[in-house]
């Protein structure tokens, strides 16, 4: 987010453009202005729990408290160069276009709000403008997150969903306080009368100052923080929005608010599956911590059952929850950036070190490695599990209950910091056309030790009911996504050339619609109800047929090949 505005309209000063936050890109310190003024405030800024203080850092902006770093210049004019008169009249929308969402672009810059037209009440208009990137995407860095990346967004507009229903959320919050207690209008008054003192001390305010001074709209700024909660609370969503994309606070200390610039209505590429489960992002103590006092039991009981270790199906088992209730709940806390669902962590699992993690020696996450794990740093600890590419298990081999117990929590820092990712398993069916396969019917009769030895076991799965199982009506998202592709012509002749009776050839054949690169091992395993040892005996009888890949997949459910 570029910036947060508040327009206001009353039948004293008409329509005005009463805060804007932050004053600029590039703002110096200007604290010395504001001080003369605050220090007549003292008194009330001592029972003020959001007032300004001179010492306040908020997220490591110092003196510079107000300002953003960006890149280059081609936001100004869209937003922090239109004159405040002229900014009031824009936002300032006919009666018949209030009351709903109000979006208006210029010079790249998208400016969306939900102007509110009040009834009964003083104030006849107010309305809380988001100034966003448009079209040019946007970067975004998480709390939790070890990445920094920018998605470019090209012909979209799918990143502005998520500040309409925060702008409408806001808008409608407000309203309600308004309405109860004049919330809106008693603070827009004590902004208002912060510019006019300004003016008559000859401060001065972005072009308006009576004495013809240099215009400091950082002094507006600093002095209305310390008077007016409302503008401590609008520039609190600025940083939390722009910090985490989430933002939880009590309006006017009375009305719980939780925006997110998340989409409520779009759905993950992959649905949420079984074999996986929830991540906290956070210690959980501290996400109990962070949740409303009227939040669900459910979700409490979730967060404190939560293991990373355990799969939703275990979850589901153990506390007697649905499957289609645990996705939800997972879902909600997804949605709140509570955690992420990843693949349940098993002796099983390969990591990689993602190839965009921050692998600075003096970075924030690297720094913050050595404080928790003092015995290895982050990239000795990285190149520990990335060295060889082979699973968990094989990482731990000959490790005492004690290292072992570490390594875990190492893995679970990493994963939640993305500093790693899951590599998983694709199997594909390659039949040479050029052959001729009339020899292979004996070579796959034959019982050989590995079918002997899963026999009972494919014998018990071979009339599993498939993809038509029970586990599709426990998961909500299962419609539209990628099914098992039919089998070509010439994979049907090779099948029937081979055809036989053992439990071996009728799982290979059941499963051979999966051998084309689309589903990993895991995803095989859930579909078809069958063990990785099953798979591993298919892929010990035909392996002159079928060829492994590993691959992972990035956010965009894309496959990526491992660089090696």
Request: aromatic share 8%; net charge negative; charged share 25%.
């Amino acid at each position: 987010m570029i910036g947060i505005a508040l327009v206001v309209e009353d039948a004293s000063h008409g329509v005005r453009l009463a805060f804007r936050y932050p004053a600029s890109l590039h703002v110096g310190n200007n604290s010395t202005r504001a001080t003369d003024i605050l220090k007549k405030d003292e008194e009330s800024m001592n029972n003020n729990p959001y007032a300004y203080s001179d010492d306040e850092d908020f997220d490591g902006l110092g003196p510079n408290r107000g300002s953003i770093a960006f890149d280059g210049e081609d936001f100004q004019t869209g937003f922090f160069d239109l004159e405040p008169k002229f900014f009031a009249q824009l936002f300032r929308p006919k009666n018949i276009l209030c009351n709903k969402s109000f979006e208006l672009e210029v010079d790249q810059v998208m400016f969306i709000s939900h102007p509110v037209l009040c009834r009964n009440s003083s104030l006849n208009l107010f309305n809380v403008v988001f100034a966003v990137p448009s079209d040019i995407g946007e970067t975004t860095a998480t709390e939790h997150g070890a990445l920094t990346k920018t998605t470019l967004i090209q012909n979209s507009r799918e990143h502005l969903v998520g500040y309409r229903l925060a702008a409408a959320k806001l808008a409608h919050a407000l309203y309600y306080e308004e309405c109860r207690c004049n919330y809106v209008s008693t603070e827009a008054s004590k902004i208002l009368n912060v510019w006019e003192q300004l003016i008559i001390d000859g401060k001065g305010v972005e072009g308006e100052s009576a004495s013809g001074g240099v215009s400091d709209p950082q002094t507006l700024i600093d002095v209305c923080l310390a008077r007016s909660l409302l503008a401590c609370e609008l520039k609190d969503i600025y940083h939390k929005l722009n910090a985490s994309g989430s933002a939880h606070f009590p309006l006017n200390l009375f009305v719980p608010m939780s925006l997110a610039l998340r989409d409520p209505t779009s759905h993950p590429v992959i649905p949420i599956r079984p074999y996986q489960t929830l991540m906290l992002l956070d210690e959980e103590a501290d996400v109990l911590a962070s949740l409303p006092d009227d939040a669900s039991p459910q979700i409490r009981s979730f967060v404190e059952m939560a293991n990373v270790m355990k799969s939703f199906l275990e979850l589901h088992v153990e506390s007697g929850i649905s499957l289609t209730q645990l996705f939800r709940l997972a879902a909600h806390l997804v949605y709140w950036q509570k955690g992420k669902v990843i693949d349940t962590l098993t002796k099983n699992n390969v990591y990689v070190v993602h190839p965009e993690a921050d692998l600075r020696d003096n970075s924030r996450h690297a720094l913050e490695f050595s404080h928790k794990f003092g015995l290895m740093t982050l990239h000795e600890a990285l190149n520990r599990i990335s060295s060889r590419l082979t699973n968990i298990g094989e990482h731990m081999r000959g490790m005492n209950s004690e290292s072992q117990l570490q390594f875990i929590h190492i893995l679970i820092w990493l994963l939640r910091r993305n500093f790693l990712v899951r590599i998983h398993t694709y199997i594909h069916l390659i039949i040479d056309r050029s052959r001729k396969h009339a020899g292979s019917t004996r070579r796959h009769s034959r019982k050989s030790r590995a079918s002997v030895d899963f026999r009972d076991e494919l014998q018990a799965v071979s009339s599993s009911p498939g993809t038509s199982g029970g586990w599709l009506v426990d998961n909500p998202n299962i419609a539209g996504e990628q099914q098992p592709e039919l089998l070509k012509p010439d994979e049907k002749a090779y099948l029937e050339q081979i055809a036989n009776d053992t439990p071996v050839y009728q799982l290979f054949k059941r499963l051979c619609p999966y051998f084309h690169g689309k589903h990993h091992v895991e995803e095989i395993m859930w579909r078809e109800t069958v063990s990785r040892k099953a798979i591993m005996s298919v892929l010990a009888n035909y392996g002159d047929v079928l060829v492994t890949v590993q691959l992972w997949k990035d956010e965009n459910s894309k496959l990526r090949q491992i660089k090696v």
